[in-house]
Nanobody
Framework: QLTLVESGGGLVQPGGSLRLSCAAS????????IGWFRQAPGKQREEVSC????????NFADSVKGRFTVSRDNAENTVFLQMNSLEPEDTAIYYC???????????????????WGQGTQVTVSA
C-alpha cells in the first residue's frame, strides 16, 4: 500500500483556482490508480475524479466536469488535481486514495481504494 499525503488546500474566492498535490511514498506508483474524493461538513464523502496508472484514462464527477483536471507524474510519485472556477459548493476536505491495478483504467467507487491520505481543506468563500 502507498502512503499518501495531500497538500495545496486553502482559502480561495469564488471563481478562483487551486492545485492540490498527492505525494505517494512506500512504492513506485506506476501500478496504482489514484482517486480524489471530498467530504463537506454534514455530508457523505463523494468521488471527485480518478486517473489510471498511465494517465490514459480519467473520470470526473458531473459536478466538477469542465472545471477540474487531474494529472500525474509517476517519476515524481505525485498526482495533481487542478481546480478552476471554484464555487462555494466545492468547499470540503479533499482526500486522495489509491489501489493497485495492472489495468489502465480507474474506478470512482471509494470501496475500490485501500490507501487514503489525511486530507487537505479547501474553502471557497468571499
Amino acid at each position: 500500500q502507498l502512503t499518501l499525503v495531500e497538500s495545496g488546500g486553502g482559502l480561495v474566492q469564488p471563481g478562483g483556482s487551486l492545485r492540490l498535490s498527492c505525494a505517494a511514498s512506500g512504492y513506485p506508483m506506476d501500478y496504482y490508480a489514484i482517486g480524489w474524493f471530498r467530504q463537506a461538513p454534514g455530508k457523505q464523502r463523494e468521488e471527485v475524479s480518478c486517473i489510471s496508472r498511465n494517465s490514459h484514462n480519467t473520470n470526473f464527477a458531473d459536478s466538477v466536469k469542465g472545471r477540474f483536471t487531474v494529472s500525474r507524474d509517476n517519476a515524481e510519485n505525485t498526482v495533481f488535481l487542478q481546480m478552476n472556477s471554484l464555487e462555494p459548493e466545492d468547499t470540503a476536505i479533499y482526500y486522495c486514495a489509491s489501489y493497485w491495478t495492472f489495468l489502465n483504467d480507474c474506478r470512482m467507487s471509494s470501496s475500490e481504494y485501500d490507501s487514503w491520505g489525511q486530507g487537505t481543506q479547501v474553502t471557497v468563500s468571499a
